[in-house]
T-cell receptor, first 114, second 112 residues
Framework: DTEVTQTPKHLVMGMTNKKSLKCEQHMGHRAMYWYKQKAKKPPELMFVYSYEKLSINESVPSRFSPECPNSSLLNLHLHALQPEDSALYLC?????????????FGDGTRLSIL | GEDVEQSLFLSVREGDSSVINCTYTDSSSTYLYWYKQEPGAGLQLLTYIFSNMDMKQDQRLTVLLNKKDKHLSLRIADTQTGDSAIYFCAENTTDSWGKLQFGAGTQVVVTP
């Protein structure tokens, strides 16, 4: 069982819908991450939050909007997505942001855009 | 994953040892990670090693690091069918601020 919990596990949405992905951890970690993973590919970093502040945005389109309301929660708000945005979205956390801090992943949300 | 390279596929018989190889490029202050991903699941952290270490063992898992050649391997002893998965090698430098550089992943298939 993973200590990083993501909901929902599956999401199907139309291109005009607005939805949100949620991620929660109770390990006291102060760095949280969003990744996008296409089939048969490694994860690609999207956003990094450190102490609830956005630290890294890997040039992600504005139709993806992250939010970190507190140290345990991370949201990803979705609006006007495209079919190519269909993927597995993974959340991860680490004790702090840094090269020596292992990242712990959730099981992901599988997103399908119709 | 251009800077971290892995072979794409490995077939192994149940009970044998598996060896998954990885090469990386950044030689300064690097942490190297092994993650396992089963179908439909997220990434499970298996183990990690700092680049000033040569070896790390954890139950059936042994990580070997050749710093000179920038070569990392993960050996799984007594491979079981539950070890069938994709294994990702990842590099994380101390000045990269937490950005993992993943390899393409190695698909391991365990046959009875």
């Amino acid at each position: 069982d993973t200590e990083v919990t993501q909901t929902p596990k599956h999401l199907v949405m139309g291109m005009t819908n607005k939805k949100s992905l949620k991620c929660e951890q109770h390990m006291g970690h102060r760095a949280m991450y969003w990744y996008k993973q296409k089939a048969k590919k490694p994860p690609e970093l999207m956003f990094v939050y450190s102490y609830e502040k956005l630290s890294i945005n890997e040039s992600v389109p504005s139709r993806f909007s992250p939010e970190c309301p507190n140290s345990s929660l991370l949201n990803l708000h979705l609006h006007a997505l495209q079919p190519e945005d269909s993927a597995l979205y993974l959340c991860a956390s680490s004790r702090i942001k840094g090269g020596n801090q292992p990242q712990h992943f959730g099981d992901g949300t599988r997103l399908s855009i119709l | 994953g251009e800077d971290v390279e892995q072979s794409l596929f490995l077939s192994v018989r149940e009970g044998d040892s598996s060896v998954i190889n990885c090469t990386y490029t950044d030689s300064s202050s690097t942490y190297l990670y092994w993650y396992k991903q089963e179908p439909g699941a997220g990434l499970q952290l298996l183990t990690y090693i700092f680049s000033n270490m040569d070896m790390k063992q954890d139950q059936r898992l042994t990580v070997l690091l050749n710093k000179k050649d920038k070569h990392l391997s993960l050996r799984i002893a007594d491979t079981q069918t539950g070890d069938s998965a994709i294994y990702f090698c990842a590099e994380n430098t101390t000045d990269s601020w937490g950005k993992l550089q993943f390899g393409a992943g190695t698909q391991v298939v365990v046959t009875p």
